[in-house]
Every structure is written in C-alpha cells, then in structure tokens.
C-alpha cells in the first residue's frame, strides 16, 4: 500500500547536525513533489521545506533557511532532511508528506528529534 | 507569507451537532488551493480537503469544504464520536507552506 516512513529523527546537541530520511512505497515516486512539516511538542503544525518531482526546485521556510537542506534520491525511492546548525527551537516531530494539489495527503507516521545539551 | 488565522481556537459541541470552522487569510489564496487536515492525539494529520471544496479519498461526505479568496469554511454536518479532534487549514504558494494554528473540537 502507498506509504511513507520516516527515520533518522534522534537526541542531538545544539550546533550539530542529523540527517532524516523517509522511505517512500506503493507509489510512483519520482511523480510526486515531497515536503517535510514539523511539529514541537503540544504545538501546530509548521511546513519545512518542498522538493519538486524532479528535484530541480527546492523551497525552505525562512525558520530553516541556510542550515536545512531538502533532497531525494529516486533510485531508492527516498526522501531527506540534512539538518545543520541544529537548534533548541528545532525540536519537533518531523513529517515527510506526499505533494497533491499543493496539499499533502500522503503522511509519515513521523520521526521525532531533539536538541537539547 | 500568507498568514492564515483559524476561528474559533476550541469547539464545544455535542455528537450530533453541527460543527463550522473558519480559516481566514492575510491575502488571497492562489488558486484556491487550501486543504484541511484533521490531527488524533499520537497521530500523523490526515487530509480532509483539498482545493477548498474537494474531499480526499475515503473521507465521509458529512466533511464539506467552502471558500474562496480569503475565507474558507469547513463544515461537519452531524458530528461522530471519532470526530473530536485537532483541526487545520493549510495553503501552499508563491513556494511557501503554511498552516493556520488549529481548531480544537472538544465533546460538550
């Protein structure tokens, strides 16, 4: 069945780096724009970053921008999140979603990262 | 970046009753392409409409999508006891997500 699941997500000191990945299924992936949203602790939701079915666009929130990068490789079907310069701030549970009319309707079960010293 | 403000931030309602949530953005929505999503506790969020007014798949049709421009609607015609929950609008454009800040549908 079509699905999404992502991995990578772990406890990590401020000023250090992770990477997510989220291994996609059931689909045609390289047909599909994929995103990332996060989500902190009791908090909503906050959409991350996109990359297009091609990977030729890639789009960060300004919260991110310079110290995350969003990437695929569709000859393993995979989606990933490089987190650089990770923050206190960036602690959440982190999502990949399949891209449908500019809505998500595909979503991972989600992977949860920490920052903390 | 458009911002988009949910209203009201809980619901009290009853099953059976009528639920209507609002979604109200800080400019015009391209293309109309505003979703809403519903969140369980411990639960990834699950889409409920798409384009304002469509359903996703294998969603019941008493969820219903309104809108267009700045202000959409999401309505629950009768609510089921599975419908209490978080919910969220989303608008992705001008390649900027956002979400508004959620609706919670609490039993009365």
């Known amino acids: 069945q079509v699905q999404l699941v992502e991995s990578g997500g772990g406890v990590v000191q401020p000023g250090r780096s992770l990477r997510l990945s989220c291994a996609a299924s059931?689909?045609?992936?390289?047909?599909?724009?994929m995103h990332w949203v996060r989500q902190a602790p009791g908090k909503g939701l906050e959409w991350v970053a996109v990359?297009?079915?091609?990977?030729?666009?890639?789009y960060n929130a300004d919260s991110v921008k310079g110290r995350f990068t969003i990437s695929r490789d569709s000859s393993k079907n995979t989606l990933y999140l490089q987190m650089n310069s990770l923050r206190a701030e960036d602690t959440a549970v982190y999502y990949c979603?399949?891209?449908?009319?500019?809505?998500?309707?595909?979503w991972g079960q989600g992977t949860v990262v920490t920052v903390s010293s | 970046e458009i911002v988009l403000t949910q209203s009201p931030g809980t619901l009290s309602l009853s099953p059976g009753e009528r639920a209507t949530l609002s979604c109200r953005a800080s400019?015009?929505?391209?293309?109309?392409?505003l979703a809403w999503y519903q969140q369980k506790p411990g639960q990834a969020p699950r889409l409920l409409i798409y384009?304002?007014?469509s359903r996703a798949t294998g969603i019941p049709d008493r969820f219903s999508g309104s809108g267009s421009g700045t202000d959409f609607t999401l309505t629950i015609s009768r609510l089921g006891p599975e419908d209490f929950a978080v919910y969220y609008c989303?608008?992705?454009?001008?390649?900027?997500?956002?979400f508004g800040q959620g609706t919670k549908v609490e039993i009365k």
């Open positions: 990359i297009s079915y091609d990977g030729t666009y890639k």
């Open positions: 400019q015009s929505v391209s293309g109309n392409y």
């Open positions: 989303q608008q992705y454009g001008n390649a900027r997500g956002t």
């Open positions: 979603a399949r891209d449908y009319m500019n809505a998500f309707d595909i």
């Open positions: 384009g304002a007014s």
């Open positions: 059931g689909f045609t992936f390289s047909s599909y724009a």
